[in-house]
């Protein structure tokens, strides 16, 4: 049996030879638009391209509420020829991918337009790689696994949580394994992309909350992987600091666009700081909880993340102290492990004031060992956390969320 000590030794060596290999991989951001009535702006922008006929992939709760019509009115004016697949659930599945591949085919679309959450903008650029590569959705898995150039794709996010439109990410699930998984790929990253904060105003105040609580997971975890780089601490900042002045104003007051585009560019900015310095322990818990239980990405990673802080911070006091003096809670003259404290402290009640549970509900006993597991392969194979778990100690912070009973 290898002592934990020298497991996290090896670790730290593969975590630090993906860092030194991050900038070969020469990450591009999209082309981006943004501000009120910039997705039509990326409609014109496409129209350009020459592309006739474009696949829209969506959810169908987007059209049925009317969301994609000025796009969808647009790209007719603009002599774009469209057709949309709205099949998509959130945290999609292998399944929903492939039915949107086969009517890709059949209508012989040449580019992709992604309207949606995370979910609809993953499905797409699954969709996107698999049109131009003939090997299966599971055998993407991991890193640098897409070998051909996937087919165009630009993307419009309707929430603001996770930066998909400019990640090199994209989250499957795969309920034959109760498993998911991330194919990371810089080809994944859209052309170009809208951030339309109008779009947003009509999101329910509980996804803009768990939404916006990814964002802030995604820059928190960021911002204290051992991968950072000054370009990831700047981003992850900004975006801590645009999400405390503006979260709750946009659950609160859905309609006030000005917290709307605030948020997309905050959920944009997480997402560049994340896609280069990796995400944590909080992610690789809430991946499994939306396996195994389909509890939603952001609520899954609100309820989890103050508790990892706290086992975090003996080895990230100070990155939690910057943390909380961007988050407006120094004072003057507190210490770093008073300002550290502080910050845990608003996550939770930010999480009490969204009515965010800190229990995961369906969690079960039985499936504790089996979590730990997949949690812990994907973590210590991607992310360079500042703290490590063995499993024990893992599956003990795992049972401190079990629902509480009555
Ligand atoms: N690719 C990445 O880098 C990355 C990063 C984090 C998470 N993810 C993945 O993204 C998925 C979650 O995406 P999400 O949190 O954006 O949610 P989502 O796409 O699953 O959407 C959640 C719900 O919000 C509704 N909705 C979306 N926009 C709306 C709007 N403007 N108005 C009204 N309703 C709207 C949708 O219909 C859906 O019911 C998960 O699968 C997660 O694992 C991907
Ligand atoms: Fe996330």
């Known amino acids: 049996m290898i002592p934990f000590s020298i497991k996290v030794f090896f670790f730290k060596i593969w975590q630090f030879l993906l860092k030194i290999s991050t900038p070969l991989l020469r990450f591009r951001t999209p082309e981006l638009f943004s501000g009120p009535g910039s997705s039509l702006v990326l409609c014109e922008h496409i129209a350009k391209t020459g592309v006739t006929n474009l696949l829209i992939v969506t959810d169908a709760m987007l059209v049925k509420i009317g969301l994609l019509k000025p796009m969808q009115e647009k790209l007719t004016q603009l002599g774009v020829g469209y057709v949309v697949y709205d099949g998509v659930l959130p945290n999609p599945t292998i399944e929903q991918i492939e039915t949107g591949l086969t009517m890709l085919k059949?209508?012989?679309?040449?580019?992709?337009?992604?309207?949606?959450?995370?979910?609809?903008?993953?499905?797409?650029?699954?969709?996107?790689?698999?049109?131009?590569?003939?090997?299966?959705v599971v055998h993407m898995a991991g890193l640098m696994r897409v070998f051909f150039k996937p087919l165009p794709l630009y993307a419009v996010p309707t929430t603001?949580?996770?930066?998909?439109?400019?990640?090199?990410?994209?989250?499957?699930?795969?309920?034959?394994?109760?498993?998911k998984f991330a194919i990371m790929d810089p080809c994944l990253v859209p052309l170009a992309a809208a951030l339309d904060g109008a779009l947003m105003t009509g999101l329910p105040a509980p996804i803009t909350a768990a939404t916006g609580m990814d964002a802030l997971t995604h820059a928190v975890e960021a911002y204290i992987s051992?991968?950072?780089?000054?370009?990831?601490?700047?981003?992850?900042l900004?975006?801590?600091?645009?999400?405390?002045?503006?979260?709750?104003?946009?659950?609160?007051?859905?309609?006030?666009?000005?917290?709307?585009?605030?948020?997309a560019l905050a959920s944009f900015k997480a997402g560049v700081a994340f896609t280069t310095a990796g995400v944590g322990y909080v992610h690789a818990i809430?991946?499994?909880?939306?396996a195994y239980y389909h509890v939603p990405h952001g609520l899954a990673n609100a309820i989890?993340?103050?508790?990892?802080?706290?086992?975090?911070?003996?080895?990230c006091t100070d990155r939690l102290a910057r943390l909380a003096e961007v988050s407006g809670l120094k004072n003057g003259g507190e210490s770093d492990e008073q300002l550290a404290a502080a910050f845990i402290a608003k996550v939770r009640t930010m999480n009490a004031a969204f009515g965010i549970p800190t229990q995961v509900?369906?969690?079960?006993?039985?499936?504790?060992?089996?979590?730990?597991?997949?949690?812990?392969?994907?973590?210590?194979?991607?992310?360079?956390?500042?703290?490590?778990?063995?499993?024990?100690?893992?599956?003990?912070?795992?049972?401190?969320?079990?629902?509480?009973?009555?």
């Open 106 to 136: 059949s209508k012989g679309c040449t580019a992709i337009l992604a309207i949606g959450g995370g979910s609809s903008i993953d499905a797409a650029k699954v969709i996107a790689a698999r049109a131009k590569n003939p090997h299966k």
């Open 160 to 179: 603001a949580g996770t930066g998909s439109e400019v990640t090199i990410a994209a989250v499957v699930s795969d309920p034959s394994t109760t498993r």
């Open 226 to 236: 051992r991968n950072r780089t000054e370009m990831t601490d700047r981003e992850a």
């Open 238 to 263: 900004d975006a801590t600091q645009l999400i405390m002045e503006n979260l709750a104003e946009a659950v609160n007051n859905g309609g006030n666009v000005e917290a709307r585009q605030n948020m």
């Open 286 to 290: 809430a991946h499994n909880l939306g």
């Open 304 to 315: 989890v993340l103050p508790r990892v802080l706290d086992f975090s911070k003996p080895d």
């Open 361 to 406: 509900e369906k969690l079960k006993e039985s499936d504790i060992v089996a979590i730990t597991d997949k949690a812990l392969s994907e973590a210590h194979m991607f992310y360079a956390v500042p703290r490590y778990m063995d499993a024990p100690e893992f599956q003990g912070f795992l049972r401190q969320m079990l629902p509480t009973p009555a």
